[in-house]
């Protein structure tokens, strides 16, 4: 199913993301948050936090691990395994720095951090579930801040 006619009339290219704000369209992810901190001001922590900036990082390392994966056809069974226990190593990674918290985010409270992480986790979750029959929520904690929206 094509993007419906409304959102084609707002954003023609159909990218998704996209917000309109004041009359531009965005449609980067970070280009977003950033247009979205500037308007309104920081959701907790600045996307510049000494706090948030290696937690952007390790999204784009899970991000990374996760694609070399999914995305690019493994030529044996070991170059399977190396992606998989790639992947796994760095969401262990993420489990690890969402357990520095007691609760469910990656910072004391819900912030910048898990909205940069939500909708790759979800990708994740529905991608590796299809294509590898992996339960990214039955192994790691990195599923909990997609269980928040």
């Keep these: ?5 409304w959102y084609k009339r707002i954003c023609p290219s ?5 917000i309109q704000l004041d009359s531009n369209i965005i449609t980067e992810s970070d280009d977003i948050l950033w247009a979205l901190e500037t308007e309104f001001g920081p959701l907790y922590k600045s996307l510049k936090d000494e706090q948030v900036m290696p937690l ?17 056809p493994s030529r044996s069974k070991e170059e399977e395994n190396y ?4 992947f796994e190593r760095v969401a262990q ?9 007691s609760g469910p985010f ?17 990708r ?8 590898k029959g992996i ?3 039955r192994s790691h904690r990195v599923s909990a801040p997609s269980q928040m929206v």
């Design 124 to 131: 994740m979750s529905a991608s590796l579930f299809y294509y």
């Design 83 to 86: 992606a998989k226990e790639n």
């Design 14 to 18: 159909g990218m998704l993301p996209a």
């Design 135 to 137: 339960h990214l929520e």
């Design 93 to 101: 990674v993420v489990d690890n720095a969402l357990e520095i918290n």
């Design 1 to 5: 199913m094509g993007k419906r006619a």
């Design 56 to 72: 952007r990082k390790l999204e784009r390392q899970l991000f990374s691990a996760w694609c070399q994966w999914l995305c690019y």
């Design 106 to 122: 990656f910072l004391a409270d819900f912030s910048v951090a898990d909205t940069v992480f939500i909708p790759y986790v979800e």
